[in-house]
């Protein structure tokens, strides 16, 4: 075996020690694969099988490194800890053997064993030689019909690896598409997640469409829906290359709890009905947070109003509020639907502008200093004065709080 690999799973890069594992415990699975690759991880996540008592193992892992235990099938005996640069599952050989433990995994390339006491390879379904050809290939149909998610898996992975999928294997996960439905959304809607991350997982999410997988979970998606999704890469491509601060921004995740960049909402808004209200109920029967789904309507609402010319500053201004954060997936999908870069660049400029205050106010007075000059309570009204501040600051009218006190008392003034 290669040094290379020796040293990406070297028990001194643990964030335990290999004394903690009995003698006949074995790593499993993706860092095992991802080792054989040659492909590094920041964050370690390790699978092993034990022989028995792996909870047990588990817990006396977490309590001597004081780390988070976390129980996940208490009858199959699978426990993880939880560390702050890596997570480590513990489980229970299934069967008699090791042998048997691996015959019951999704792909070959992922029942490779690595014994950490003597460094030994187990690789009893020829996973090795099917990681060299870059294969992803079915140990048998009946470990796909047990659980339908890991049909989802093969093209996730065939998109994280740059593999592809052995054919038999493929025509498989055709005959079995419809068992997809049985399986609960939130985990089908996190294998989606990685295929709409980058452009690698588009034309394997276009594939897996085309399969009969996706049909029960975006009806209203289309071949056409597919190729937008191939133009939304290219036009993030063209956004990232002009800007890269907005590129970056792609890669992010809506919310640190919710992880769905905003490349992946622009991509959602594709895939579902045109109509915002319809695309967020959409969503929400499929199980997307309230935060995917008010993003995602926001995008189909709002990424039209950048093909208007000359738009007025206060009508940018009210824009810029409305879209938030959301922005980002606005600017891609309205260039993905053939808005014009030019059209579309003074609003970036603006968005990534954080002194900009069309985009970006700066309260010159708050609620309450209004409240206590103009001698008002508070109300819907103060709201709107502050607003119409806002907008005047942008439009470059006011630029001091006096100005802006002056400014609400002359409204209302108006208005009386």
């Not at 054989?36 to 817990?59: Q, T």
């Not at 997570?87 to 690595?114: P, W």
């Not at 009204?381 to 630029?399: D, F, M, N, S, Y």
């Amino acid at each position: 075996m290669p040094d290379s690999f020796l040293a990406r799973l070297a028990a001194e890069n643990w964030p335990f020690s290999l004394e903690c594992l009995p003698p006949n415990s074995y790593m499993v699975g993706g860092a095992v694969r991802d080792a054989l690759l040659g492909r590094s991880r920041e964050y370690w996540d390790l699978d092993f099988v034990i022989p028995g008592e792996a909870v047990k193992v588990a817990k006396t892992v977490a309590q001597r490194y004081q780390a988070g235990f976390v129980l996940l099938d208490a009858e199959r005996q699978i426990a993880r800890v939880v560390f702050p640069n890596a997570t480590v599952d513990f489980a229970q050989q299934e069967g008699e053997s090791l042998t048997t433990d691996l015959h019951r995994r999704d792909f070959t390339i992922n029942a490779i064993a690595y014994h950490p006491h003597t460094q030994a390879i187990i690789d009893p379904l020829q996973g090795c030689a099917d990681i060299t050809a870059g294969i992803l290939r079915m140990i048998s149909p009946a470990n796909l019909q047990d659980d339908p998610l890991r049909l989802m898996r093969a093209y996730r992975q065939a998109a994280q690896l740059g593999f592809t999928i052995e054919a038999a294997t493929q025509a498989t996960i055709r005959s079995l598409a419809t068992t997809i439905n049985t399986v609960a959304a939130e985990r089908v809607r996190v294998e989606i997640g990685y295929l709409l991350a980058n452009s690698q997982g588009t034309p394997w999410l276009t594939q897996a469409w085309e399969d009969g997988l996706l049909t029960n979970w975006f009806p209203n998606a289309c071949i056409q829906s597919f190729a937008q999704l191939a133009a939304i890469d290219k036009a993030a491509d063209v956004l990232g290359e002009n800007w890269p601060q907005l590129g970056e921004k792609f890669r992010e995740y809506i919310r640190d709890t919710i992880k769905t960049t905003w490349l992946g909402i622009a991509k959602l808004a594709c895939l579902v009905n045109s109509s915002p209200e319809l695309a967020e109920q959409e969503l929400l029967e499929l199980s997307y947070s309230r935060a995917e789904t008010r993003a995602v309507s926001a995008a189909l609402k709002l990424f039209p109003q950048l093909t208007i010319q000359d738009m007025p500053l206060r009508e940018q201004y009210f824009f810029f509020q409305a879209a938030g954060d959301v922005f980002t997936a606005i600017a891609v999908l309205a260039l993905a639907h053939d808005t014009p870069l030019e059209a579309i660049a003074p609003f970036i400029q603006r968005y990534l502008n954080p002194n900009d205050l069309v985009a970006h106010p700066s309260p010159l007075v708050s609620g309450r200093e209004i409240m206590i000059a103009l001698k008002i309570p508070a109300s819907p009204e103060v709201g709107r004065l502050l607003t119409e501040i806002a907008v005047a600051q942008a439009e470059g009218k006011i630029a001091t709080v006096a100005q802006a006190i002056n400014f609400a008392q002359k409204l209302v003034e108006i208005e009386n």
